[in-house]
């Protein structure tokens, strides 16, 4: 069975672009998540959606960040007007809508 | 705030040995645990995970220790093999199908 799948796995954008990073969640998992990592921060979540419906935002920043998930076998992350300090691995998860939650490789954003 | 918190920062071990790591929390309404292996490149991996109603947990050579009380964990790896060097991360929820909040990471080095 394919696991969560992540596309593009690497992404370079200049500053001031705009990045739209995808995931597929694990066929059946209604769950998916939305995760950032860096050296300095380490693992932060950002969003999280269930059924579709967007359940949490609270790790998204204000600005120029937006996620959506317009059916059950996609979502997607937007980050409008890319920073350098946007630069990161952005990690998608699914879950069965129970405790455990497996991730996707991940997309490799750099931000010149 | 950190609220998961993991030491060491990085281990290193012999082969054979068994590696432990550390983990601690501070808000009482976590009640997952989940323990993560990730190598370079690569997403975090769903490794071994505990609910807060069990003491231990084991499955091959990782065993979890949970101390309710104290608020803390531990991943013991027995058998330490070469392949098991990579980055350790220890995370907590409260509630299934919720935000992981993870720690810092344990980066574990196994000598042959």
């Known amino acids: 069975n394919a696991g969560v799948i992540q596309t593009p796995r690497h992404k370079v954008t200049g500053k001031g672009q705009e990045a739209t990073l995808w995931c597929e969640p694990i066929?059946?998992?209604?769950?998916v998540f939305w995760y950032r990592q860096t050296i300095v921060q380490g693992l932060e979540f950002l969003t999280y959606?269930?059924?579709?419906?967007?359940?949490?935002d609270s790790g998204m920043p204000k600005e120029r960040f937006s996620a959506q998930m317009p059916n059950q076998s996609h979502s997607t992350l937007k980050i409008q007007s890319t920073q350098p300090q946007d630069s990161a691995v952005y990690l998608c998860?699914?879950?069965?809508?129970?405790?455990?939650?497996?991730f996707g490789p991940g997309t490799r954003l750099t931000v010149l | 705030q950190q609220q998961v918190r993991q030491s060491p920062q990085s281990l290193t071990v012999w082969e054979g040995e068994t590696a432990i790591l550390n983990c601690s929390y501070e808000n009482s309404a976590f009640d997952y645990f989940p323990w993560y292996q990730q190598f370079p490149g690569e997403g975090p991996a769903l490794l071994i995970s505990?609910?807060?109603?069990?003491n231990k947990k084991e499955d091959g050579r990782f065993t979890i220790f949970f101390n309710k009380r104290e608020k803390k964990l531990s991943l013991h790896i027995a058998d330490s093999q070469p392949g098991d060097s990579a980055t350790y991360f220890c995370?907590?929820?409260?509630?299934?199908?919720?935000?992981?909040?993870f720690g810092s990471g344990t980066k574990v080095i196994v000598l042959p």
């Open positions: 998860a699914s879950s069965l809508v129970a405790y455990e939650q497996y």
């Open positions: 066929s059946g998992h209604s769950a």
């Open positions: 959606f269930r059924n579709q419906a967007p359940i949490d």
């Open positions: 995370a907590a929820s409260a509630g299934f199908a919720s935000a992981l909040t």
């Open positions: 505990i609910l807060s109603v069990s």
